[in-house]
């Protein structure tokens, strides 16, 4: 079976531009999260979104968005990108978190790099 | 605020030492409780996880942690480290009140063959 799927691997792009990042889960997860990895620390909580409905928010500027599809692929949006959006950001799928904890299956990562 | 540290930064082991790595977080109410593993050039994959229950749970690779709800922690130990143990370790915790889940910065893992 396919794992979490991230899209592009890498992005290079300039400050104040605009981002979007993709995530096809694990077939059969309902459950999409994501985390911002900066170099040296921890994944940090982004987003989570579970049949398609935002089930929790990390601390997060607003220009940092979602959504999930019918199919339960995601997409990050970042606007007005600023240096310090650099990082890896990973997705993360799981088959049930809307009424409780479930494993999560971590994808590769998208490494942005904002100049 | 909701956090979790992981004390130790870079630890280093010879092969067949024991291996414990502290993880306390700040209270939030109910809480879920899992270790990560990095392995060079892989993914973050599940080690174990603690919901409820038996506080001393068992994960793979002979992999055991111990969930200490007074003193706020989640250990993770293993009696015996191999070379293949050499990783990331990052503790993270779901608070269930508000559907946060956070991670400690990690704790690099070099064993020594």
């Known amino acids: 079976d396919a794992g979490v799927t991230q899209s592009p691997t890498h992005l290079i792009k300039t400050r104040g531009q605009q981002v979007t990042l993709r995530c096809s889960p694990i077939?059969?997860?309902?459950?999409v999260s994501w985390y911002q990895q900066v170099l040296g620390q921890g994944p940090q909580f982004i987003f989570q979104?579970?049949?398609?409905?935002e089930r929790g928010r990390g601390n997060f500027p607003d220009r940092f968005s979602a959504r999930q599809f019918p199919n339960y692929s995601s997409e990050l949006n970042v606007n007005a990108l600023l240096l310090g959006d650099s990082a890896l950001y990973l997705c993360?799928?799981?088959?049930?978190w809307g009424g409780g904890p479930d494993e999560q299956f971590f994808g590769p990562g998208t490494r942005l790099t904002v100049l | 605020a909701q956090s979790v540290s992981q004390h130790n930064h870079h630890v280093i082991l010879s092969e067949a030492a024991s291996l414990e790595l502290g993880c306390n977080y700040s209270y939030g109410g109910t809480v879920n409780l899992f270790w990560y593993v990095q392995y060079p050039g892989q993914h973050l994959q599940l080690l174990l996880k603690y919901f409820s229950g038996d506080p001393l749970v068992k994960g793979i690779k002979g992999f055991e942690a111990e969930f200490i709800k007074s003193k706020f922690s989640f250990n993770l130990r293993k009696p015996s480290v191999q070379w293949s143990d050499t990783a990331e370790y990052f503790c993270?915790?779901?608070?269930?009140?508000?559907?946060?889940?956070?991670f400690g910065a990690g704790t690099r893992l070099t064993v020594k063959p």
């Open positions: 993270a915790v779901n608070y269930q009140a508000n559907n946060d889940m956070r």
């Open positions: 077939s059969g997860h309902k459950s």
């Open positions: 993360a799928s799981s088959y049930n």
């Open positions: 979104y579970y049949e398609k409905e």
